[in-house]
């Protein structure tokens, strides 16, 4: 399969210090995934690069196998960034007409508005006049106007109310299950867990882990199974498997750690154990978000 994104040693500087280090990684179709990092770790910067907006110091980027800043391509993605910038003096509709008429296949006005949020008294007013909210609403419909197979977005939530960013995600659902191909960062952890296919995360330039959020959590963080039962607690029942790691009582429950909560579970089930209240526990990705960026700061000091 080829690639949609394909970036080959990546490398930005800036005044003689390398905000991306000789960053490489690949992205295929239909795939959704997170960019994250500390502020600073090179995200945008490497967005920016993806997108033609920036000159890479070194190495490449090519989206469709061809230069990111090739016409072809352009007309073939969206974007919104996290600043919005809109041209003044227009009024909402007359920027969604304006960039319909860029693209050979744009999506009709009805579906943008749809899809966003956007209402027919939005689309009469200045873009002066809009909201911080309404103004995010555009920049979306302006990114999806072209009906793209590539979306970027970086940090898109910022700002948006609990309301506005449980539709947005929606919304990204939505595209995901048409196939698109969905690349953002965020500093909203859970929307990467929640969204996200894959996780690249970066840290002071430099990829530090690349794979999916679930993987991530079971190599990095504790899984557990904890359980309520009225018999003896069976601790020695679940020390003897090689897929757990501890086994201890905490406030009534039997805790058990394990690499594998499928194979507690199964074992609470072949034993036929009368047991109540269980709770799988699955790892955070804030937990493990943590310990990564520690080893790398670990890394530095050595």
């Given at each position: 399969?080829?690639?949609?994104?394909?970036?080959?040693?990546?490398?930005?500087?800036?005044?003689?210090?390398?905000?991306?280090?000789?960053?490489?990684?690949?992205?295929?179709?239909?795939?959704?995934?997170?960019?994250?990092?500390?502020?600073?770790?090179?995200?945008?910067?490497?967005?920016?690069?993806?997108?033609?907006?920036?000159?890479?110091?070194?190495?490449?980027?090519?989206?469709?196998?061809?230069?990111?800043?090739?016409?072809?391509?352009?007309?073939?993605?969206?974007?919104?960034?996290?600043?919005?910038s809109?041209?003044?003096?227009?009024?909402?509709?007359?920027?969604l007409?304006?960039?319909?008429?860029?693209?050979?296949?744009?999506?009709?006005?009805?579906?943008?508005?749809?899809?966003?949020?956007?209402?027919?008294?939005?689309?009469?007013?200045?873009?002066?006049?809009l909201?911080?909210?309404?103004?995010?609403?555009?920049?979306?419909?302006?990114?999806?106007?072209?009906?793209?197979?590539l979306?970027?977005?970086?940090?898109?939530?910022?700002?948006?109310?609990?309301?506005?960013?449980?539709?947005?995600?929606?919304?990204?659902?939505?595209?995901?299950?048409?196939?698109?191909?969905?690349?953002?960062?965020?500093?909203?952890?859970?929307?990467?867990?929640?969204?996200a296919?894959r996780?690249?995360?970066?840290?002071?330039?430099?990829?530090?882990?690349?794979?999916?959020?679930?993987?991530?959590?079971?190599?990095?963080?504790?899984?557990?199974?904890?359980?309520?039962?009225?018999?003896?607690?069976?601790?020695?029942?679940?020390?003897?498997?090689?897929?757990?790691?501890?086994?201890?009582?905490?406030?009534?429950?039997?805790?058990?750690?394990?690499?594998?909560?499928?194979?507690?579970?199964?074992?609470?089930?072949?034993?036929?154990?009368?047991?109540?209240?269980?709770?799988?526990?699955?790892?955070?990705?804030?937990?493990?978000?943590?310990?990564?960026?520690?080893?790398?700061?670990?890394?530095?000091?050595?």
């Amino acid at each position: 399969m080829e690639a949609v994104v394909h970036i080959e040693q990546l490398t930005k500087t800036f005044k003689g210090k390398k905000a991306v280090d000789d960053v490489s990684f690949s992205i295929y179709p239909g795939e959704v995934v997170a960019i994250l990092g500390p502020n600073g770790a090179g995200k945008t910067t490497t967005i920016l690069m993806m997108l033609g907006l920036l000159n890479p110091t070194e190495g490449s980027a090519q989206l469709f196998g061809q230069d990111a800043k090739a016409k072809a391509v352009h007309e073939r993605i969206g974007v919104m960034l996290q600043e919005v910038s809109l041209m003044d003096g227009l009024k909402v509709r007359e920027i969604l007409r304006l960039f319909r008429s860029y693209y050979p296949n744009p999506l009709p006005l009805e579906t943008l508005m749809d899809m966003t949020g956007l209402a027919e008294a939005d689309l009469r007013k200045r873009v002066e006049k809009l909201s911080g909210g309404q103004k995010r609403r555009v920049a979306f419909s302006l990114a999806l106007t072209g009906n793209p197979d590539l979306l970027f977005f970086d940090e898109p939530t910022v700002g948006m109310d609990i309301a506005a960013r449980k539709a947005f995600w929606e919304n990204i659902l939505a595209l995901k299950k048409q196939g698109k191909t969905i690349l953002f960062s965020t500093h909203y952890l859970q929307e990467a867990d929640d969204i996200a296919d894959r996780i690249i995360l970066f840290q002071n330039g430099r990829i530090m882990a690349d794979g999916k959020p679930d993987d991530m959590k079971k190599q990095l963080t504790k899984q557990s199974v904890s359980f309520i039962t009225k018999d003896r607690f069976p601790k020695k029942l679940f020390l003897q498997e090689p897929f757990v790691s501890d086994c201890f009582v905490q406030e009534g429950r039997l805790v058990v750690l394990t690499d594998d909560t499928d194979a507690v579970l199964a074992k609470i089930y072949s034993e036929q154990l009368e047991v109540r209240d269980v709770r799988v526990e699955k790892g955070r990705l804030e937990e493990a978000f943590e310990q990564l960026v520690n080893q790398g700061r670990e890394g530095e000091i050595g």
